[in-house]
């Protein structure tokens, strides 16, 4: 299937040919799991779940105009109604100049925060 590949090392975004699954996102993320951000009504873009947790963290990357910044290589996919991943319609052309390389920023990851709600 068509997917972008956001390489944060190379700070490059190419088209790819994807096989489909979840071994398939993993490797071409260079992770072991995978979390998911919508993008709009007809793609998502996959990341290291682990991102911000590797120690040195990978180079990060942001979309120009949002704040949002990921940690590591993304992949856009495209996905159905029902959530199957499917190709994406995009091209790399067109996501290349929304893209802005951060390099090795350090961002630190939130502590979860426990509330006590009172009954």
């Not at 944060?8 to 790819?16: E, G, N, W």
């Not at 040195?56 to 159905?80: E, H």
């Amino acid at each position: 299937m068509n997917a972008i590949l956001i390489d944060v090392t190379a700070q490059t975004v190419t088209d790819i040919d994807l096989k489909p699954g979840l071994w398939a996102m993993y490797k071409a993320i260079g992770c072991r799991s995978v979390d998911r951000v919508t993008l709009n009504g007809t793609d998502d873009l996959w990341l290291d779940d682990e991102g911000l947790l590797h120690d040195p963290q990978p180079p990060k990357f942001r979309f120009v105009g949002a704040d949002n910044v990921f940690a590591g290589n993304g992949l856009i996919c495209g996905y159905t109604g029902d959530g199957h991943t499917i190709s994406t319609t995009l091209r790399a052309e067109l996501i290349r100049p929304m893209i802005l390389f951060l390099g090795n920023v350090p961002v630190r990851s939130h502590e979860p925060v426990l509330i006590d709600w009172p009954l």
